[in-house]
């Protein structure tokens, strides 16, 4: 049996972790740490069905209370903007953008009827 616990890794069909688990486990079941009895012992890192369960409600309801605060953050972020826009730097931001546009607009008024023609020549 010890001629079976250590293999050599020319093996290329496994994992060498699985082959390190597999040379952890014989070398725990040799040293006193039998297993209790019972049902399949899960391997060591591994988790039962109920810490697995136990783990899944945990998760969830740690989304649930996340969820909620969230909300609660997103609701704060809202009623800021909404006082941000009531500004006097906003609204004069705002202005000066509206007036930016009108000069704009007023600009290309005033160019109609100024192009230049040229004789002989397509425009594309």
Excluded: C, W
Excluded at 17 to 45: F, H, I, Q, R, Y
Excluded at 72 to 86: C, G, M
């Amino acid at each position: 049996m010890a001629d079976d616990a250590q293999t050599p890794p020319a093996q290329d069909d496994k994992n060498p972790l699985d082959v390190l688990e597999e040379l952890l486990k014989d070398s725990g079941s040799g040293s006193g740490s039998g297993s209790s009895g019972g049902a399949a012992p899960a391997k060591e890192g591994e988790l039962t069905e109920e810490e697995l369960a136990q783990k899944r409600l945990e998760f969830e309801q740690k989304k649930a209370d996340q969820a909620v605060v969230d909300t609660a953050d997103i609701e704060k972020q809202k009623a800021l903007l909404e006082t941000i826009t009531q500004t006097p730097a906003y609204q004069a931001r705002v202005q000066q953008e509206e007036a930016a546009v009108e000069q704009t607009v007023k600009n290309e008024e005033a160019a109609v009827g100024f192009d230049i023609k040229q004789l002989e020549h397509d425009k594309i």
